[in-house]
């Protein structure tokens, strides 16, 4: 297969496809599968998991394509994605104290590039993003949100490279992005517990409570000083995050409606969600 059609069908370059193929091919599992399935390489379950997270639409188009049946897909989609939630917090995962102190060098130099105002001791930006999901047969009204379609509410945690650092993916899309930060257990253990956290502060919309670790917009400017504070708070949602988490949630594909087994195996939904994300800095692998 030619460069480029690979690219096309799975949005990865042939070098990034090899490495997610070296990373999850020791968590595939043993192929115990009767039929056409058995003869599958890994090589060819990944293209298949890849070209339906990419490009969505039904598993049978998938499978016309590579010439494989439908259920042969569905297993392909399961082992894989499986396989990539097992290796994903190699990926998905804060930074240590000492990367920390680039991470707040880097977001101070997003503020001094954009209008000469630097942010000090941000430690990343955090949205939630919506991901569509059949309606579940089990309570369907938790899932309806508020711009009235089903869907898991994902929390994300970010740099200022759109690394991601944190995925948290356990409610229904009905929920308020601050009831789910603090249910969190980044909220619970990084910050409440103890503190294990260096001094510092993540950016977040008005969507969130203002808190000692958390810096908001302020509503409602009374005084001029005010208001580069809110420029600089508004120039990390718009660039990276996290109203511009959009980068990253642009990356996740609309094909979580093709997710028919979310309601029978509502965790393969979330580990959909975190592949998603351990495939972005997955496109700055060491090379």
């Keep these: 297969m030619s460069e480029r059609n690979l690219f096309q069908k799975t949005l990865l370059d042939r070098r990034v496809f090899n490495y997610v193929l070296e990373v999850i091919t020791p968590s595939f599992e ?36 590579s010439r494989i049946s439908q259920s042969a897909v569905s297993n392909a989609i399961s082992e894989v994605t499986s396989a990539l939630a097992a290796v994903s917090q190699q990926f998905i995962r804060f930074p240590t104290a000492r990367e920390f102190t680039e991470v707040k060098q880097a977001f101070y130099q997003l503020g001094l590039t954009q209008h000469g105002v630097g942010f000090p001791n941000v430690l990343g930006v955090i949205d939630c993003t919506h991901c569509r ?26 740099g200022p490279d759109l690394k991601i650092y944190n995925v948290f993916a356990e409610f229904p899309g009905s929920n308020h992005d601050s009831y789910i930060w603090r249910n969190s257990a980044v909220w619970r253990n990084a910050f409440e517990d103890g ?12 969507g969130y409570p203002q808190e000692p670790w958390i810096m908001t917009p302020v509503a409602n400017t009374v005084h001029l000083l005010m208001n ?50 351990a495939d972005a800095p997955a496109h700055r692998v060491p090379g």
């Design 195 to 206: 503190g294990t956290f260096p001094e510092g502060w993540l950016v977040a919309d008005s």
């Design 133 to 158: 999901v059949q309606a579940p047969s089990n309570a369907p009204e938790q899932y309806f949100n508020r711009h009235l379609y089903h869907s898991i509410n994902v929390q994300l945690i970010a």
């Design 30 to 65: 043993r192929n115990t599968r009767r039929g056409r399935y058995e003869h599958l390489t890994p090589t060819h379950k990944l293209y298949v998991a890849l070209q339906f997270y990419a490009l969505g639409g039904f598993q049978w188009l998938v499978g016309d394509s």
């Design 228 to 277: 580069p504070y809110n420029l600089d708070v508004d120039d990390f949602e718009d660039h990276p995050l996290p109203d511009d988490l959009q980068p990253c949630h642009e990356a996740i594909p609309g094909n979580y409606m093709d997710i028919h087994t979310y309601e029978q195996q509502p965790h393969l939904a979330k580990k959909k969600v975190l592949f998603h994300h």
